[in-house]
Antibody
Framework: EVQLVESGGGLVQPGGSLRLSCAAS????????MAWVRQTPGKGLEWLAL???????DHPDSVKGRFTISRQDSKNTLYLQMSSLTEEDTAVYYC???????????????WGQGAAVIVSS | DIQLTQSPSSLSASVGDRVTITCRAS??????LNWYQQKRGKAPELLIF???TLQSGVPSRFSGSGSGTDFTLTISNLQPEDFATYFC?????????FGGGTTVEI
């Protein structure tokens, strides 16, 4: 079964750091592009990071320098390292697989269950 | 970044209705537009990619159309399981962006 399982969410103090993990099964994380997306009631869905099969990465300016996507092929796991967190980073964080059947439109066909991150003192 | 504006933000409909949701892009995105369905407490699910191609397993009552800046998601013969929030997402730019969502309510 193709599946993504996230872990690492939780409560963190402002200014702190957190690393989210996303373990894949049923496919290889290096075989397609992978993404991180977060969701808040106020800002909706917000794309955070992309990593392509070749290893190139991209982040929006809003998190560049604070958030970093990476993967460990031997563990078939995707990561999102987050630093200098503020209350505005409170959200549910999703990892997602790039749609292998329509990669040109950069859609995402498999999503994790979501990891809640709460930034609060 | 490319902005996506969905309308309406919410709508009320009944089982059996035909529903149309619009997504407008701030610039030409060709056909690089995807649609997702999200139910409460769950992750989004891909419905349509490349403007009009149904994801495997998605019922044929869902359809997508458009090009350039104006896109439409249509649900014909609305079913109880279709009451959810729908999002569009562009992949023309690698800086992906999403629409604000449309909630379909009973």
């Amino acid at each position: 079964e193709v599946q993504l399982v996230e872990s690492g969410g939780g409560l963190v103090q402002p200014g702190g750091s957190l690393r989210l993990s996303c373990a894949a099964s049923g496919f290889s994380v290096s075989g397609s592009y992978m993404a991180w997306v977060r969701q808040t009631p106020g800002k909706g869905l917000e794309w955070l990071a992309l990593i392509y099969s070749g290893g190139n990465t991209d982040h929006p300016d809003s998190v560049k320098g604070r958030f970093t996507i990476s993967r460990q092929d031997s563990k078939n796991t995707l990561y999102l390292q987050m630093s200098s967190l503020t209350e505005e980073d409170t959200a549910v964080y999703y990892c997602a697989r790039g749609n292998p059947f329509g990669p040109s439109s950069l859609g995402m066909d498999v999503w994790g269950q979501g990891a809640a991150v709460i930034v609060s003192s | 970044d490319i902005q996506l504006t969905q309308s309406p933000s919410s709508l009320s409909a009944s089982v059996g209705d035909r529903v149309t949701i619009t997504c407008r892009a701030s610039q030409n995105i060709a056909d690089f537009l995807n649609w997702y369905q999200q139910k409460r407490g769950k992750a989004p699910e891909l419905l349509i990619f490349g403007t009009s191609t149904l994801q495997s397993g998605v019922p044929s009552r869902f359809s997508g159309s458009g090009s350039g800046t104006d896109f439409t998601l249509t649900i014909s013969n609305l079913q109880p399981e279709d009451f959810a929030t729908y999002f569009c997402q562009q992949g023309y730019s690698t800086h992906l962006t999403f629409g604000g969502g449309t909630t379909v309510e009973i």
